[in-house]
Each structure stands twice: as structure tokens, then as C-alpha cells.
């Protein structure tokens, strides 16, 4: 499965403000220069991340409400964490399986306390070795999708690990944020997302903050 997965170590993280479709109409363009034809890569490289925008300011709270289209998961109560480097999804019955030779993933995923959670199939990214809470390293899948807040997209990688003993289902990472002109206010919340929360089922209880 690892080496279905060796591009992104090529690119990195530098490609992820692309939209899932454009990444993968850029790597197979990639693809077929061929492994020997690294100059022309070098040049694709460059001329397509010139190209990126650069967005507006915006300042989020430390949590906030966020979407995850692409995999039909909506509402998200969200801890903003840039002390931590990668996002984390609370998912349980994570099932790694292949379809037309390509990784997947199916996984479990429960929002609220006041719904049975939904079952979700995605491509697998990369498979990663992220320490947990306590510091433990633990093999993780990851998954790249459209991460939505505040009138805003791109796209963002995603590890999956089950999180019910935490305070937050979703924890964003610093890398999510980075090239998007992103500051977090660190002692306010809902900045850029609706609080309501007569409007809001409650979220996933839930022991420690992570």
C-alpha cells in the first residue's frame, strides 16, 4: 500500500490548497513525465504553486463549527489546536480494503450524542505513525478532504483514531491551516462559525480536552 502512496512525499503538503479533482488531474500529469524526467518536474512544480492566491486575514476561534462535505459530515464542534501538527477525526470500525487497486478506507463516525453516526468510505492519503495524547506513537490512515469554515475550502489531510474519551471530535492541526492567512484567537470561540447552541444537538461527550 506504501507505494501507491510515494508521491506525496514528493509534494508534500505544498499542493493541498488545489481542489481533490485539480490534485488528481495534476498528478497524473505528474505521473507520466516519468521518474527520469525530474527537471520538468521541478518546472511544473514551481509554475503551478505560483499560481496559488493568497487569501485574506481571517481570525477563527479556538473552536468553532466545521464541515466536511466531501465526506458528508456536517456541524463539526472543532478544537483549533496548533500546538498539535496534524487534524484528527474521532472514527471507530476502520476497515482498510482496495477498489481498482486503489487504498480505501471505511470507517464509523458518530457527531452527536442524538444520532447512530454514519458509516463513510474514502480514499486512503497515507498511512502514518502520529503519537497520541499520551505521547504513545500509533499507526494512523489518513485521508485528504474539503475542509469548510467561515465561507471558506480547501482541501486538508485527516488521521483517523478513535477519540470518545476526548473532549472534541475533531482536532484541527497547524498544517491544516498553513499557507491559508489564518490567525486563531486563543481565549475566544465561534469567530467564524454560527454558536447557537439552542440550534445545536449536543456534541459527543467527553472526558479530557485534546
Known amino acids: ?6 508521491v506525496k512525499k514528493i509534494i508534500g503538503v505544498s499542493l ?16 507520466r513525465l516519468g521518474r527520469s524526467n525530474r527537471v ?16 485574506e486575514l481571517v481570525v477563527i476561534g479556538w473552536i468553532e463549527h466545521i464541515d ?9 464542534r472543532t478544537k483549533i489546536d496548533t500546538g498539535a501538527r496534524t487534524s484528527a477525526l474521532h472514527a471507530t470500525q476502520i476497515e482498510q480494503f482496495s477498489r481498482d487497486d486503489v487504498p480505501w478506507v471505511r470507517f464509523h463516525v458518530q457527531i452527536t450524542e442524538t444520532e447512530d453516526g454514519v458509516d463513510i468510505e474514502a480514499p486512503i492519503y497515507d498511512i502514518r505513525h502520529i503519537k497520541n495524547t499520551g505521547g504513545v506513537p500509533e499507526e494512523r490512515v489518513v485521508i485528504r478532504t474539503t475542509f469548510q469554515l467561515g465561507g471558506r ?12 474519551s476526548m473532549t472534541f471530535v475533531m482536532i484541527v492541526g497547524r498544517t491544516a491551516l ?19 447552541k439552542q440550534r445545536r444537538p449536543k456534541t459527543l461527550l467527553i472526558k479530557d480536552a485534546s
Open 1 to 6: 500500500m506504501r507505494s501507491t502512496l510515494h
Open 16 to 31: 493541498l490548497w488545489l481542489t481533490p479533482i485539480k490534485y488528481v488531474e495534476w498528478l497524473i500529469a505528474y505521473k
Open 40 to 55: 520538468a518536474k521541478t518546472t511544473m512544480f514551481k509554475k503551478l504553486n505560483s499560481k496559488r492566491p493568497k487569501p
Open 68 to 76: 466536511l462535505p466531501d465526506i458528508s459530515l456536517m456541524n463539526i
Open 153 to 164: 475550502s480547501w482541501p486538508i489531510t485527516v488521521s483517523l483514531t478513535d477519540r470518545a
Open 178 to 196: 498553513k499557507g491559508q492567512n489564518i490567525a486563531v484567537h486563543t481565549r475566544k470561540a465561534h469567530l467564524a462559525s454560527f454558536s447557537d
